[in-house]
């Protein structure tokens, strides 16, 4: 008995390989059909992490899961990005810190030092200056506004009758005013005792002012200072840097302020240190520090240079909104630069605007300048002309609104003060010693946002959330430009050229170039015979067999 056999072929499994063709949606399926097969093909097919997930059918959880932490990844990039953004526009921007080490020498900032009296008691004698004469003198260079605690009828008053005597003291004396206030003032080896630089031989008095210093006129009256003179540090330490040796040999004179409604200064000596283009009329009176007789003033100074060039400069180029200023020990320059600087260089032209005068007390060493040539301010011209703008100009310095460029590079000098007792010997002196502790300076360079750091921050947000590149960004767009070409030509319609096929589109199986339309599967049956002998037969060997 014979049975037969039947098995199935299937040709789409076990045949050659060929295209399978997916059959396009149907014209049915109108626009939004064809934009859901898009979305599905982009879902699938992008480079973006995340995104694939969400056309996954695995459940609710899984969608509802993969939906959330995609939403909440797009809010967190939306946010970065419109904030980067907004730093880019408003140029925030970023501080970077150098410490540099210089190779030989560091410059000592400018010292500037007064006697903290305005007259010496003998010069007032020899002159015949009472008391309240100096007092009103001292104005010359102290004041600013006119007295409030008298009604203006009576302050004029006062103002009137004591410039009269003080006409009266200049045609006696046969002196101009600066001559007078010279002459009252203490000099400057009448407060500087001794100087040394370093571990160099110490000089006189006489010497150090010869070499060292030059008068400039502050509203502490006539003072000292090292500004615009070459002094370095090339070693670290206090013995290393710039000793003074003060005293206060001439007795300061008797000044009755009463009429004047002033505080009467202070007759203690006053030391600062500045940089080297900032003019110390504001800084002997806000930072300066009181050297008292018997005690060792160290003042630890530590530079810092702050470039805002960049903080001032366009988006997108342009010249720095600031003004250059030397940084070395040089003459001071003639152009305003920072905050204090600026501050002095508008009062002098107030004064010499409406008072047609110079004070005296804002000396910024300039020969060179159209200001130079005016006269000096007298005391009445300095208490009451222009009071009202001067006290103008102090609320805008005290609100920020003073019209000056900053510097570009601004020199700031950072000091640590300590005290000490000094030697038995030496109790009618003081001593002071600025110095570096160390030769380097700190370097704060401003560093602007561009295009490249706006590229640079929203890819690196981009990549965080959601690994996109620059290729994801291009999928995207041809996804975006497909869809619209699609939808604008309707369902059906001719796909844009390099569009995305659609889900149900076209998928290759093999090497076969044409392709062909799929065919139903159909079953092919072979018939063979069998005999009822199934025991099994042993077939001889390979080497049994004649070839």
């Not at 569009?499 to 062909?516: L, V």
Request: net charge negative.
């Amino acid at each position: 008995m014979e049975m037969n056999l039947v098995i199935h072929v299937n040709p789409s499994r076990h045949g050659p390989r060929e295209d399978v063709a997916v059959p396009e949606a149907s014209e049915a399926g109108g626009v939004q059909q064809e934009a859901r097969r898009l979305g599905v093909w982009f879902l699938e097919h992008t480079t973006i992490h995340g995104l694939g997930h969400l056309g996954e059918r695995r459940g609710c959880a899984w969608s509802l899961f993969w939906t959330l932490t995609v939403l909440f990844s797009t809010g967190m990039l939306t946010s970065c990005v419109v904030t980067i953004t907004q730093q880019t526009l408003v140029h925030r921007v970023s501080t970077s810190t150098v410490h540099q080490e210089t190779p030989d020498s560091l410059p000592i900032p400018a010292v500037t030092l007064c006697a903290g009296h305005f007259f010496s008691r003998p010069s007032a004698e020899r002159l015949n200056v009472s008391a309240r004469m100096a007092a009103y003198l001292s104005t010359t260079a102290s004041g600013f506004i006119s007295s409030d605690d008298d009604p203006p009828d009576v302050a004029r008053l006062q103002l009137e009758t004591l410039e009269a005597e003080l006409q009266e003291l200049l045609r006696r004396s046969e002196l101009t005013l600066p001559e007078l206030f010279d002459q009252l003032s203490p000099s400057c080896e009448d407060t500087v005792s001794s100087c040394r630089l370093g571990r160099r031989a110490s000089l006189s008095g006489s010497e150090c002012c010869g070499r060292l210093l030059r008068t400039v006129y502050t509203p502490l009256g006539r003072c000292w200072t090292t500004l615009g003179t070459d002094i370095r540090q090339g070693m670290a330490g206090a013995r290393f840097g710039l000793h003074l040796v003060l005293q206060n040999e001439a007795a300061p004179a008797l000044m009755d302020f009463s009429e004047l409604h002033i505080d009467p200064p202070s007759d203690e000596l006053r030391v600062v240190a500045t940089n080297h283009y900032t003019p110390p009329a504001f800084a002997v009176m806000n930072r300066a520090v009181v050297a008292a007789v018997g005690q060792e003033v160290k003042l630890q100074v530590w530079k810092e240079e702050h470039d805002i060039t960049a903080e001032r400069t366009p988006l997108l180029g342009g010249p720095a909104d600031c003004q250059p200023v030397p940084l070395a020990a040089e003459p001071p320059p003639a152009a305003v630069a920072g905050a204090a600087s600026c501050m002095v260089h508008e009062l002098l032209q107030l004064y010499a605007d409406s008072c047609g005068c110079r004070h005296l007390g804002m000396d910024v060493l300039e020969s060179e300048s159209p200001r130079a040539a005016l006269p000096i301010c007298t005391p009445q011209q300095t208490l009451s002309c222009a009071a009202d703008q001067v006290q103008q100009a102090f609320a805008n310095a005290s609100h920020r609104t003073t019209a000056c460029k900053p510097a570009c590079v601004t020199d700031w000098i950072r000091v640590t003060t300590t005290y000490e007792q000094r030697p038995v010997d030496d109790t009618n002196t003081s001593a002071v010693t600025i110095f570096y502790s160390d030769i380097v300076f700190t370097r704060f360079s401003a560093v602007m946002p561009g295009l490249m750091d706006w590229y640079q921050g929203v890819g690196g947000v981009a990549g965080l959330f959601f690994g996109m590149s620059v290729l994801s960004l291009w999928e995207l767009l041809l996804f975006l430009t497909s869809a619209a070409v699609r939808s604008a030509a309707g369902s059906g319609g001719p796909a844009a050229s390099g569009a995305p096929p659609p889900a149900a589109s076209k998928m290759k199986f093999g090497n076969s170039s044409s392709p062909t339309m799929r065919k139903d599967r159909r079953q092919s049956s072979s018939l063979f015979n069998l005999s009822r002998n199934r025991e099994l037969e042993k077939l001889p060997a390979f080497k049994e067999i004649s070839l």
